[in-house]
């Protein structure tokens, strides 16, 4: 490779690192402490959070427009003008050069129009950073606090769900499968961002959940089994009640809501007013009406019988379907069910609510599509199907509450060691190596850039053992060093150039260098995939570190040397102090 190509290289891994890098460093240096609460907060903390903003905004810019609409804009509002100058632009009109509150107010046709606007550009902000937090370097319970979950999957009951011992495969794909409907429920629970996981090589998950929690809450939200049924819509009832809720709006003007004093008295036995929810632009479940769906047992196909669902496409029409599989018993109660109500609706009924409804044209039997929803749509509804119930029952193995009192004295010792440490054996190598402990300082330092960098871009879990294996990979990384320069010092010695010196160490200290590391990092592999919690984080950080000590002493400093001798065309080392 020549040497022009290695210094594009080690600039494209520099760039790549500091934008890998950047997420974190905005999170815990620019982001306000407060602006950090709100994004690790669930959505619908999100969402009051912007509509509070939006409201009190909106209020004072009316109220500053009806009392002199000439003023100048205040400078606690000019955050909005973007989203102003887009709303100008998009009607035709022109943009001012200097705003005054009448401007940004007279923009929109009303003060609900103002507000929506100023809503929707605090919710993205939010949403953005809660993106943002799910791309930089986590700090494990044991700095932060909280509440640690080991559960472990029952196989006898999977066995008797499915009627035969399952198989490895069944196992892991059931396991999968309860993680995500855990990651699923993380809003509903109320808690900020926890991490769950499963052990690699074990049919257990860990669950962490950073913070303050209730361990009742948290037991709740675990093993809570999520239900997914098709259900049928009594059409009857549905229609009666349609007229019910427009009658009670206009006479209380308000919606009708289940805990209501006025409650409808024409729904039959055995069936049950249900909420129909969507999505917001927050992502939290909203209510947008009511339906009655029977309760009888022919009417329901249980979300267990589910054994495949995708989204797909009408050969006809080319729009998004949702196609799902049932299991043989499923599959004939589903024709049972649809043979006799050809004509009836029939819901997606998960944990209570309608997520989605549609009328059965024909008999249907194991596999069923429903038709009339975007590509959005189809997919939220296809992850229904496939999430409903937890497909594998859960034992809590053990249930942890770790105090956080800790955390923040921990991160300061381990950063204040790790600075101690790496300038620590900076002064040595360059006391000892005097120039290459320059060039070995630097890649050092670009070693260490690129181990958080690599950290920070796959959302890896900072704990103490991770700070520990940081702290060693500092001292690790000048033993690649080392090596090479005794052999350079060697071949200086016997009279050659400095570039041919450089040259003859670089290449008979390759191998020595590659069996150290190579046999390290085999160990911290097995102990990454074998080894759990706290041997894991140690073995992952070490890992990486020795991949970029290696980089950083063959690659870094080998460039940074052929600069001094190609481009400064230096003729002499500065490696040692005896040694001119």
Known sequence: MSKRLRFFVLLLVLGIGVAFLYPTVNWYFFVPEDMKAVASGTRDQVRLYAQEIAGRDALELSGLASSDPNQPLPAKFTYFLDNVRSTLRATGREVPRTWTVGDVVGTYRNLGEL????????????????????????????????????????????AARIG???????????????????????????????????????????????????????????????????????????????????????RNNVDWFPGATEQPDFVPAGSEIRPVVQRDTYGVDQ??????????????????????????????????????????EGGELMR???????????????????????????????????????????????????????????EIISLQTVGASLGEDAISAGVQAIIVGLIGVIIFIIAYYLGGGLVASTGLVVNFFMIIATLSAFNLTLTLTSIAGLILTVGMAVDANVIIFERIKEEYRLGKSAAASIHAGYKKAFWTIMDANLTTFIAALFLSYLGTGPVQGFAVTLAVGIVFSVFSALFVTRLLYDFGTDVLKRNTLSIAWRLK
């Open 164 to 250: 035969s011992t399952p198989t490895e495969a069944e196992l892991s794909e059931a396991i999968d499968l309860a993680l995500e409907i855990l990651n699923n429920r993380i809003d509903q629970f109320g808690v900020t961002e926890p991490s769950i996981r499963k052990e690699e090589g074990t049919n257990r998950i860990l669950v962490e959940i950073p913070g303050d929690a209730d361990p009742e809450r948290v037991n709740a939200f675990l093993m809570g089994r999520g239900s997914l049924n098709l259900q049928l819509v009594d059409s009857v009832a549905f229609e009666q009640l349609q007229t019910f809720l427009a009658d009670y709006r206009s």
């Open 336 to 394: 049972i069910m649809s043979r006799d109500n050809v004509g009836t609706p029939l819901a997606i009924v998960m944990d209570g609510r309608v997520r989605a409804y549609a009328t059965i044209s024909e008999e249907l039997g194991s596999s069923v599509m429903i038709r009339g929803f975007t590509l959005e749509e189809s997919n939220n509804i296809a992850r229904v199907l496939r999430t409903a119930a937890l497909p594998v029952d859960l």
């Open 115 to 158: 507000t929506r606007n100023i809503e929707a550009y605090h919710r993205d902000e939010v949403l953005a950073l809660k993106d943002q937090k799910g791309r930089i370097i986590q700090l494990g319970l044991d700095l932060s606090g909280g509440i640690r979950v080991l559960l472990e999957a029952d196989v006898e009951s999977l």
């Open 287 to 328: 209510v947008v009406s009511y339906i009655v769906t029977r309760e009888n047992s022919e009417s329901i196909v249980d979300g267990s019988f589910i054994r495949e669902a995708v989204v797909g496409s009408d050969n006809v029409t080319g729009r998004p379907t949702v196609n799902f599989v049932l299991d043989a």
